[in-house]
Each structure stands twice: as C-alpha cells, then as structure tokens.
C-alpha cells in the first residue's frame, strides 16, 4: 500500500460542468502524476508534479489542468468536462524508478 | 505514434504453463522498462523492471527479458497461475527526465486451471 487515494472514485457529471478530482498521498513524495486510461491505449500522462507549485504537461494534457499547493495533495481540474474526457483517471506517486498507482476515479460525462 | 507497443490485446495459458508477454518500443533513449499487472477496478501495481544496461532480471516466477538491438522485451511467467489473470502493461523511461513513463496498450492474460 503505498498510501494513495483519490476522491471521487466514482463521478457522473454533465458536458460543460467543471470537475475537479483529487490525490492525496500519505508518503511525502516529491513526484506525482496523473494518467488516464482508455481501451486501446494504456494508460496516458495528463500532467506531472515535480514539487508545491511545480508542474509540467504531459502527452494529453489539452483540456485539463492541476494544481498542487502541498505536498500531499494533486489536484486535476477540467474546467469544461466534454464526452472524450469519459475514462478512468490514476494518480501516481514516484518511488525509485517505478510509478504507485492510486485506486482510480471512474468519471463519466454525458 | 505510439513509442511503446503491445500487439497482442489478449493470451490464454494453461495454469502452470509459461505465460510470455511481449513488447516492443520505438524510441532509443529510453533507458528503463517495467511491467505492472492491473486487476479489474483497481490501480496497476509494479511488477518488475529493468535497466537498458541488463538484459534479464528475475523476480521469483516473473523475468523479464530485454534485446536492445531488437527494441523488445518480454514478461515470462512460470508458472503461470489462475491468480495471475490480469491486464499487463509495459511501460518505459528516460532517466532524470521527470519520471514520466510511456504505456503499452496492454495484454490481457487469462489463465485457466
């Protein structure tokens, strides 16, 4: 268990409202990500977190925002949810070199 | 265009039997590659990895394989176990590049008793 968990972990919402999904981490670690996944694709990197206030896109970040005022805390924000953002989304946490993933969060717009 | 690649979306094995799992990458500067295993609504978890310097590394029933002239590596699995059914991702990286890791699509392995 390496202390990771998300909330919601289910979410419904409507196209146009802005959601925001939140990490939390109990291990003090420096690094922390966000992911989605979808069929066909694996998992994909929204953006990333290097520090409090330090973050960097990744390979699908269009869309999608975070923001990280402790160490503890990633969140992901999408000012204006739109069907393509339905997926599962993953908050990781940097170790050595390997990734720990949170539970995930289920989010569907319709 | 997809730099880390899984071709085959699903195997079936025989409990017991060697379950091998392939991948294949595109990009050179990737330096590090591991696999995590992801159960039905949970997160993936690490598996193993390895290092572009190594060619083999073993953990127990899981080694993983690496031909760096072929941008390939595999997951064996001996022997495989019905507990073992689960979507395997590869994934890989750059060193001090943030940590940010590529995925492959996935496999989803059945083992059956």
């Known amino acids: 268990d390496a202390g990771i968990t998300q909330s919601p972990r289910h979410k419904v919402t409507e196209t146009g409202t802005p959601v925001t999904l939140r990490c939390h981490q109990t291990e003090n670690h420096r690094y922390m990500y966000w992911y989605r996944q979808d069929p066909g694709h694996g998992l994909r990197l929204i953006h990333y977190s290097y520090g409090v206030k330090d973050t960097d896109k990744g390979e699908v970040s269009d869309g999608y925002s975070v923001s990280r005022s402790k160490t503890e805390d990633f969140l992901l924000t999408l000012e204006s949810a739109t069907s393509s953002q339905t997926s599962v989304y993953f908050c990781?946490?940097?170790?050595?070199?390997?990734?720990?993933f949170g539970p995930g969060t289920r989010l569907t717009v319709t | 265009d997809q730099q880390v690649k899984q071709n085959s979306p699903s195997l079936s094995v025989q409990e017991g039997r060697i379950s091998i799992l392939n991948c294949d990458y595109t990009n050179s500067m990737f330096d590090y590659f591991l696999w995590y295993k992801k159960y039905p609504a949970e997160g993936p978890t690490f598996l193993i990895s390895?290092?572009?310097?190594?060619d083999k590394n073993e953990d127990g029933r899981f080694t993983v394989f690496l031909n760096k002239s072929a941008k390939h590596l595999s997951l064996h699995i001996v022997p495989s176990q019905p507990g073992d059914s689960a979507v395997y991702f590869c994934?890989?990286?750059?060193?001090?590049?943030?940590?940010?890791?590529?995925f492959g699509q996935g496999t989803e392995l059945s083992v059956k008793p």
């Open positions: 990781a946490i940097q170790g050595n070199n390997e990734q720990y």
């Open positions: 994934a890989a990286g750059v060193y001090n590049q943030g940590g940010k890791l590529i």
């Open positions: 390895i290092s572009s310097i190594k």
